[in-house]
Structure formats: C-alpha cells, structure tokens
C-alpha cells in the first residue's frame, strides 16, 4: 500500500492565484516526520519543511503555509499569490519512527505549473 | 556553504559500459543515500550508508554498487548499464536520527546510448 499519497498528478494556475497541494499519509506509527521538497526543472530536491507528529501547528514561511491534521492523516502545503517560480513538482515525504533506517517514503509528487 | 556535490551533472555511457558517479558533501553527515528517479516518478531509494555500514535496498539489482572511501564521498558504479538505467542519480546525506531531514545534491542524469 503506499504510504504517501499526492492525488493531483499534474496542476496548472495563473499567476497570483493560489494553489494547494495535497498529501495524505498512512502509517501505525505514533512518531513519524513529515517533509516537502519542492523539484524544479533543473533537478535537485530542495527541502521545504519538515513537521514531527507530535507538533500539529500549521506553518507559515512567506507564500508558503502548511496545514497538518492528524485526524484525517494531511499535510498539505499551499502557495498564495503564485509566481512562475513557484513551477516545480513537489514531493510529499514520510519518515517513520520505526524505521530501521532512515527510509523516506515519498509521493509521487504533484507538477506545479505556474502561467504567466 | 555546506552542501552536497555531484560529478558529473551530466553523464553519457555506452550500453554496457562501466560508469562511476561521485558524490561529495561537508555537511558531516553521517547517512548517505544513492536515489534513483526516473521521470514523473519518486525518487527510489537504491542504498545507503550508516557511516560505513551498508545498507542495500532488497529490489536494488546487482549491477548496482557503491563505495564510500570516507565520510566526504561516495561513489555509484554501475557495471554494466543498460538502456533501463537511464535516469536521474540523486545523492543525499543525513544526521543520523530518524527525523532527520535528507539533503539532496543537483543530481547526475545518466544517458544510456
């Protein structure tokens, strides 16, 4: 079964508008980690932010927030005011407590495309 | 900076020919990771390294190897590539705890002709 799930393959918004992305996850864990990376063209995976399971706060940095609710197993990450260089896929991970080693489990990722 | 580097960026081999890609860091991290991704895909993890302890993910075919000579480098080679293994290698490193972010490097993209 797979652990992390982005449901939006592929999605497209003009410029300004907002966009949320979704991730849904499922693991038996009580501590786990969650993590974005966001990929643009060029390749590297950047790291965007990562939330322990025991810290439900929602976060802000600049455009980018992120709404974690354990009771329906989400992390989604939402961008306000899109800019073209927004235009990435970004990638959903999952990081469990009982790992014997330090295995992410990551979604599929979700392909961002910011029109000018 | 710290960082993560990879050698080359872009690598172009022959069907059956040996390649080596390097990957570098100064983070001073302990765990290191070989990914492989291919497009619209996940990354997929092929191995990693607590420290020198080796760890090879149970799918990883064998014509996948690794080397890490140091807490600075580790090396990918492939034996012998065939036209599946073109894709995107990417290096990672991380403390050691389990929450632990991975940083990535750039990436190698492996040709295959």
């Known amino acids: 079964a797979q652990k992390v799930t982005q449901a939006q393959t592929e999605i497209s918004v003009v410029e300004k508008e907002d966009v949320t992305l979704d991730c849904v996850y499922e693991?038996?864990?009580?501590?786990?980690?969650l993590f974005w990376y966001k990929q643009p063209p060029s390749g590297e995976l950047v790291f965007l932010i990562r939330?322990?399971?025991?810290?439900?706060q929602n976060e802000i940095s600049g455009r980018y927030s992120w709404n974690f609710q354990k009771s329906t197993s989400s992390f989604n990450f939402t961008i306000t005011a899109s800019q073209v260089v927004d235009s990435a896929v970004y990638f959903c991970?999952?990081?469990?407590?009982?790992?014997?080693?330090?295995?992410?489990?990551f979604g599929t990722g979700t392909s961002l495309t910011v029109i000018p | 900076d710290a960082m993560v580097i990879q050698n080359p960026r872009y690598q172009v081999t022959q069907f059956g020919k040996p390649v080596t890609l390097s990957c570098s860091q100064t983070?001073?991290?302990?765990?290191m990771y070989w990914y492989q991704q291919k497009s619209s895909q996940a990354p997929k993890l092929l191995f990693h390294?607590?420290?020198?302890?080796?760890?090879n993910e149970a799918d990883t075919p064998d014509n996948f190897q690794s080397r890490r000579p140091n807490t600075s480098f580790c090396f990918l080679d492939i034996r012998s590539p065939g036209l599946g293994d073109a894709a995107m290698y990417l290096c990672?490193?991380?403390?050691?705890?389990?929450?632990?972010?991975?940083?990535f490097g750039p990436g190698t993209r492996l040709l295959v002709l």
């Open positions: 990672a490193t991380s403390g050691t705890g389990r929450w632990e972010t991975q940083y």
């Open positions: 693991t038996r864990d009580t501590t786990y980690y």
């Open positions: 939330r322990n399971s025991f810290d439900e």
């Open positions: 991970a999952l990081s469990e407590g009982s790992n014997t080693g330090n295995q992410f489990y």
């Open positions: 983070l001073n991290h302990n765990v």
């Open positions: 390294y607590y420290d020198k302890d080796f760890n």
